[in-house]
């Protein structure tokens, strides 16, 4: 009896930081972040896609939801690109061949890039993988997903369907 309640107890602990830890503040800025493509050729900076909804997803190679949240992540760019989301895949290995290996079994249809100095991801104060952060046209944070299952899949979508239905403020 003892074990299995020490099972079940190590069970909810895995779980705990998915539901409760919370990274970047809701409603405040998003950090803007400096990130290089994953063969090092092209810089981005988060800056650059203000005015668009962004869906910023931070994965490693060894992240089994991450490879599970790809083939979600590529429908989405699919389907509300041109209504004016961006996704941002920032992945957080410090060896690229890791990325590469990963890219080559799950392919992105959308930007990836690097941040193997984790400035970014600190900046966002990521606690698990994948971290996702759905951020308003003005910048501003409005929602924040630790991990992945396939049933929020739809959950993610209206929340990124419902920014881009919002006006963006003007200044």
């Not at 003892?2 to 809701?26: D, E, G, S, Y």
């Not at 209504?83 to 590469?100: W, Y």
């Not at 308003?136 to 881009?164: C, K, S, T, W, Y």
Request: hydrophobic letters at 45%.
């Amino acid at each position: 009896m003892n074990q299995r309640i020490l099972i079940l107890f190590c069970a909810a602990l895995a779980l705990f930081p998915i539901h409760t830890v919370r990274a970047a503040k809701i409603g405040g800025k998003a950090p803007d972040c400096a990130l290089t493509s994953i063969n090092d050729t092209q810089h981005y900076d988060l800056k650059q896609f203000h005015g668009k909804v962004l869906y910023v997803d931070f994965w490693a190679s060894w992240c089994v939801p991450c490879a599970k949240s790809f083939p979600f992540l590529n429908g989405l760019d699919h389907d509300l690109k041109d209504k004016g989301l961006q996704i941002v895949g920032i992945n957080l290995d410090q060896a690229p061949e890791d990325a590469k290996a990963f890219l080559a079994k799950y392919p992105a249809d959308f930007t990836v890039a690097a941040d193997a100095d984790e400035k970014c991801a600190r900046d966002f104060n990521v606690k698990a993988m994948p971290s996702s952060y759905l951020i308003d046209r003005n910048g501003v944070i409005r929602h924040v997903h630790m991990g992945f299952r396939p049933g929020e899949a739809e959950e993610l979508r209206v929340l990124a369907e419902q920014l881009l239905a919002e006006q963006p403020e003007q200044k």
